[in-house]
């Protein structure tokens, strides 16, 4: 080992200590299930909401009728250099016309999105208000950008209203910046109060992260804005294509000027490489049939809020609204120990731990998918061990 590398080492042995050490799995994935050291379980602990990554037909479909012209592995440049195919223009376009908004534009990543749109549009006369619990792709934008941050009580309306009554006119613009779906608590934003907000309060924007929400909720799948009736009421309406959509890569619909200015401002999106053409065909052809998958999401929900019912009749409380359910058991050890139990019997469920979530809550996140049967969820049910006091 190289004398540098001891302080590393130190470290990684502190982790491993407080049963804190990350490690990536090795792991293998078959449709909902997912193999690990030779053992089959059910996998939840992905993000494929629909089931859709898992679906063979869907795959053979799309390789059926893909052009050849936007069958490329690479895009071999920045969009603002020779990048920016076609595909990027068409499915830009379709996302702005399904949302009926003025425009779209389409990043590398939901990391690039959260990193890049933030410092480009929030300036040292910017205010941000965030939800204590945003993701860290979100809490990274904040950081490099010249705003004040101040974090909110985790989903507390009564406390933002404060906020804003106390600093509105000492900045030019507020962004209150949230997720619709909360990814480690699967809680519910009641988007429409904020959209309310904004009629008191003029230099008020919305930046709404549906990472978990696009795709699963609303009638024809837009996210929570679609079904709370709000999708044209949000300044920075975002969500990923990585989660539900099955496939990689994130969006802002927003108005056509806000597009303009991050095509020169934001630097996740100018240096960069686009992502590449194959794959936005494919989330092209995904996104386009968004609205035929009634049926999955309400078995989704069905589902959902069987496994939420059982959590909380085992005695643990559970604010989830979601298909992201979170079994709190408190100690990292007690969280470790309950996953290696359910992964034993077949149920590949992870425990998520300081600092990914407070300290004191560690938990097990359960993650369901419209892949999985009602049969499925009564096994998992039954493993459930009831809260000891
Ligand atoms: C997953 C996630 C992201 C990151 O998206 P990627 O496309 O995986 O980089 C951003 N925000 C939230 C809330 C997420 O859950």
Not at 64 to 88: A, M, Q, W
Not at 152 to 159: N, S, V
Not at 248 to 266: E, P, Q, S, T
Not at 352 to 372: D, I, K, Y
């Amino acid at each position: 080992m190289e004398q540098m590398d001891e302080a590393f080492l130190t470290e990684l042995d502190r982790l491993a200590g407080i049963n804190n050490l990350r490690v990536l799995p090795e792991v293998r994935q078959n449709g909902k299930w997912i193999e690990k050291e030779g053992a089959r379980m059910l996998n939840l602990s992905s993000n494929d909401y629909l089931g859709l990554a898992s679906d063979v037909s869907l795959k053979q479909e799309f390789m059926s009728e893909i052009k050849e012209e936007d069958f490329l592995f690479s895009s071999s440049s920045s969009r603002l250099l020779t990048g920016n195919f076609p595909v990027y223009t068409e499915l830009e376009q379709l996302l702005a016309d399904t949302f009926g908004a003025e425009s779209a534009l389409v990043f590398g990543s939901g990391y690039h999105m959260n990193m890049g749109i933030l410092p480009a549009v929030a300036d040292g006369n910017t205010l941000i208000l965030a939800d204590k619990l945003v993701h860290a792709s979100l809490i990274d934008g904040i950081r490099l950008s010249a705003a004040r941050c101040i974090r909110y009580r985790h989903q507390d309306y009564t406390q933002v209203e404060q906020l804003l009554e106390k600093h509105h006119t000492e900045y030019s613009r507020i962004i209150l910046v949230t997720e619709s779906v909360f990814s480690m608590d699967g809680d519910v934003v009641p988007l429409a109060r904020l959209v309310s907000l904004k009629k008191t309060y003029s230099n008020l924007m919305l930046y709404v992260d549906e990472a978990h929400g696009i795709g699963v909720r609303g009638q024809h799948g837009l996210g929570v804005a679609e079904e709370q009736g709000c999708l044209h009421d949000i300044d920075f309406l975002c969500g990923t294509f990585g989660k539900a959509l099955a496939s990689a890569g994130a969006y802002v619909v927003c108005r056509k000027v806000i597009r303009d200015y991050l095509v020169n401002k934001m630097r996740t999106l100018i240096f960069t490489t686009a992502l590449p053409p194959l794959n936005m065909a494919w989330t092209r052809f995904i996104f386009s049939r968004l609205g035929e998958w009634t049926e999955r999401r309400k078995h989704l929900d069905m589902i959902s809020s069987r496994l939420r019912e059982a959590v909380q009749s085992n005695g643990y409380e559970c604010a989830s609204g979601s298909y992201i359910v979170p079994l709190t058991v408190g100690s990292s050890e007690r969280a470790v120990w309950y996953a290696t139990e359910l992964q034993r019997k077949g149920f590949y469920v992870l425990p998520v731990r300081p600092p990914t979530v407070p300290e004191g809550t560690s938990r097990l996140r359960f993650s369901l998918t419209a892949a999985m049967t009602e049969e499925d969820i009564n096994l998992l049910v039954q493993n459930i061990i009831p809260r000891t006091v």
